[in-house]
């Protein structure tokens, strides 16, 4: 069974449903066929926080929605990645601002339910390899996203 790690900093308690963003992560997870022996982290957090990890990790000094920190090797990296000791493969982290998806539910005419989903599908595709740099990987990454929403949300 996969470890789903959840830490919803204590002012965004009321706006994340802890029990929904599990269900979304083993959805998301269950459909690219990722193995149940796995581990994922997420983090609901502040706009200053994401801020800071965004200028801190990729050099850029602005705010986002969701950022993604993966840990198994990515498509360019060798083949033969070997799983730890603990039989699980870390995945990594995902770190969303809550401030934001706030923002986005309402500029998108939403629930801050169904926006987290999608900050949390985005991150958990840009986990496995999927991106968003050049526009067929956008495209690509965008259909991901709206067919798992779909399925998360709707059955």
């Known amino acids: 069974m996969e470890e789903i790690s959840i830490h919803i900093e204590q002012e965004f308690d009321d706006c994340v449903d802890r029990g929904q963003v599990i269900r979304v992560v083993r959805d998301v997870l269950k459909a690219e066929d990722v193995s149940p022996q796995c581990e994922v982290s997420l983090l609901f957090t502040t706009s200053e926080t994401i801020r800071n990890l965004n ?3 990729r050099g850029v000094d602005s ?4 950022i993604a920190f993966h840990m198994l ?3 360019e990296a060798s083949p033969s990645f070997i799983l730890p000791p603990d039989g699980l493969a870390h995945l990594g982290e995902v770190i969303i601002s809550c401030p934001q998806a706030m923002e986005q539910a309402r500029e998108q005419g939403h629930s ?3 926006e987290l989903a999608l900050l949390v599908i985005h991150g958990i595709l840009h986990l496995l390899g999927y991106d968003h740099e050049q526009p067929e990987e956008e495209r690509r990454m965008r259909l991901r996203e709206a067919d798992l929403l779909g399925k998360c949300l709707h059955g």
Do not use: K, M
């Open 63 to 66: 705010l986002t929605d969701v």
């Open 112 to 114: 801050i339910g169904t």
């Open 73 to 75: 090797p990515q498509q």
């Open 55 to 57: 200028r801190d990790y």
